[in-house]
């Protein structure tokens, strides 16, 4: 049995990151995912996920 987990983000690359919006039931922000070029080991994240000034993740 497989579920389909649904769609909750759209982006679009840019020249240095990739932006685009989360959507949820309860928010939606516009996002940027800023690209990690200070990784420290093969461990750390690719990119920074951010919105204004607020950090949501990394990927």
Do not use: Q, W
């Amino acid at each position: 049995m497989t579920t389909d987990m649904p769609t909750i983000g759209t982006f679009k690359p840019t020249k240095t990151s990739y932006e685009g919006t989360i959507a949820t039931l309860s928010m939606t922000h516009k996002v940027k995912f800023i690209a990690n070029d200070n990784k420290k080991n093969e461990d750390s994240p690719d990119y920074f996920i951010k919105s204004g000034r607020s950090d949501f993740g990394v990927a």
